[in-house]
């Protein structure tokens, strides 16, 4: 690893409406490292990226690109640095194809046209030499989120880019996706590309950092290396205070099956089958944690379950009521509450205040509302005790909710969602993009209500979070259950094993030949 300096920010200073979100901050990057940028939610982690790459103006200090000064005002001037950038929520169109995204803004023409095939065989190459498998005819909107990262990072290599930004590139990966992503990391590494990886996520920071910035509340806490240090003096370090990184909680007390769902099968637009005679019952008082790798079926099954997916086959009952497509409000009313998957899309209001935000599920009700009029001094009073509460960082509780960094857009949700009495609670990836300090209070909320008497559905791709939350482990592959077992008996190692489907052929549960050939063609082979 060279000492050259690739990149350097010096006294970066950057004020938004309720404080500073950089204040003075020193970064620099040598050539050829991977240098992991660390730090709670609202750190001021992302700002100082989208400084860097010009998406957002500094009100002070200077950047060094190999030594020389440069005024970075928009992304056009950071491409033109060699300065490349993966968002955490990605920047593609879905309706273009792969290569059509990856060539966007940089197109070859020859006169009126558009030059596509020197496009692919650039393209082609860059995806080979990197070990980046894509399929440029391929549409964006059909593709894994794993597999829409790889195009994203093809996108900046295309432009020459030889300072890369990650942005929370693990946010929505599993575990093999992650894996596979440093892969390609240490090999962009080796060949002189210099990343600037930001996460939440300690383990990662000691597998593949070689040097670490820690930042806390818009300021530098300190650098050091991976041998340097532990992963509870980062925790330390992120939050200002110890953290419990283990999880700690006693037996279940588990009561009746509080859902029971029978046969279940889902199909997709094209009526293929995407979810096969599911069966599955949770207790009241018991987390039951669903793994499997993204895009077997888990996704489908859990907008099911939350009334936004039409049933096909099968049912679903709660408390011994049917409850096998009913909407949203109908399940909300009966004491169901729904931490989705993708929070920009089926989470939030994006427009919408915070405040608003957090009364999206009892907006109708009293004390928020009386007829058609909202009380509005009850929504701002309940909205500041959240957001005191689950520590969301927001310049106020006016804010645009599209204006918090990820991890806060979360924190909404999840304060949302725990903030009234519930019966079931179906938490797909509930802590995705938190930091260690809120990934603490999120699973001693979720052990609380498990205790009293709330059944849970735990989604989540963190093996970690699955082994040491779940009191049974349900295993999906291909859009069927193939195992039930008991986090105790399980190493990760054999859940990743039936994750993948490895050992499918000396087990019992066959899968649907319809539904393993649909995941045969379009997802499983691409994540692996």
Request: include cysteine.
């Amino acid at each position: 690893m060279s000492e050259t300096l690739a990149l350097e920010a010096r006294n970066i200073f950057k004020w938004f409406p309720g404080g500073f979100a950089n204040d003075m901050v020193d970064f620099d990057l040598r050539k050829g490292e991977i240098h992991v940028l660390l730090g709670e939610n609202g750190a001021g982690k992302s700002t100082l990226m989208n400084i860097i790459y010009g998406i957002y103006e500094p009100d002070g200090g200077e950047i060094y690109v190999n030594g020389e000064e440069v005024k970075i005002t928009d992304p056009r001037e950071a491409i033109k640095n060699k300065i490349g950038m993966v968002h955490q929520h990605f920047m593609l169109v879905p309706v273009f194809t792969v290569l059509e995204n990856i060539v966007l803004g940089k197109e070859d023409t020859r006169g009126t046209s558009l030059n596509m095939e020197t496009a692919r065989v650039k393209v082609i190459a860059l995806s080979k030499k990197y070990d980046l498998e894509i399929d440029p005819d391929a549409l964006v909107a059909d593709l894994p989120v794993g597999v829409q990262q790889r195009v994203e990072i093809l996108k900046a290599l295309y432009r020459e880019a030889n300072i890369l930004v990650l942005d929370e590139p693990t946010a929505v990966l599993t575990p093999q996706e992650s894996d596979k992503l440093f892969e390609v990391m240490r090999d962009l590494r080796k060949s002189g590309v210099s990343i600037i990886f930001i996460t939440h996520k300690l383990k990662e920071v000691m597998d593949v950092a070689d040097r670490i910035t820690v930042m806390r509340r818009g300021k530098v806490e300190g650098t050091t290396r991976p041998n340097e240090t532990f992963e509870s003096e980062l925790a330390t370090m992120m939050v200002g205070r110890q953290v419990q990184l283990k999880v700690t909680k006693g037996a279940a007390k588990m009561g009746k099956p509080a859902l029971k769902v029978r046969n279940l099968s889902m199909r997709n637009k094209s009526g293929l089958k995407i979810v096969s005679d599911f069966s599955l019952d949770i207790h009241a008082g018991e987390i039951l944690g669903l793994a499997g790798v993204q895009g077997n079926g888990q996704s489908e099954f859990v907008e099911g379950l939350a009334g936004m997916r039409p049933i096909n086959e099968g049912s679903i009952r709660f408390k011994e009521e049917d409850i096998s497509n009913a909407n949203p409000r109908e399940l909300l009313e009966l004491g169901v509450a729904y931490i989705p998957e993708d929070r920009q899309r089926d989470g939030l209001v994006l427009p919408f205040h915070v405040a608003d935000n957090l009364v999206l599920n009892s907006y109708y009700r009293e004390p928020f509302s009386r007829g058609t009029t909202l009380n509005q001094k009850a929504i701002e009073a309940s909205a500041e005790y959240l957001v005191d509460k689950f520590d969301i960082q927001a310049a106020d509780i006016h804010s645009n909710v599209q204006h918090l960094s990820g991890g806060n857009q979360q924190k909404v949700i999840v304060a949302r969602e725990f903030s009234r009495p519930i019966k079931l609670l179906i938490a797909a990836q509930p802590t995705r993009g938190l930091d260690v300090g809120s990934i603490e209070y999120v699973h001693r909320y979720l052990i609380e209500r498990r205790d009293q008497g709330c059944a849970i559905l735990l989604v989540s791709t963190e093996l970690d979070e699955i082994l040491s939350l779940s009191d049974r482990i349900a295993v999906m592959y291909s859009g069927k259950m193939v195992a039930d077992l008991k986090p105790e008996e399980t190493s990760k190692e054999q859940l990743g094993l039936l994750m993948a489907g490895l050992d499918l052929a000396e087990s019992d549960f066959g899968a649907d030949p319809e539904v393993e050939a649909y995941y045969a063609d379009n997802v499983t082979a691409q994540v692996r």
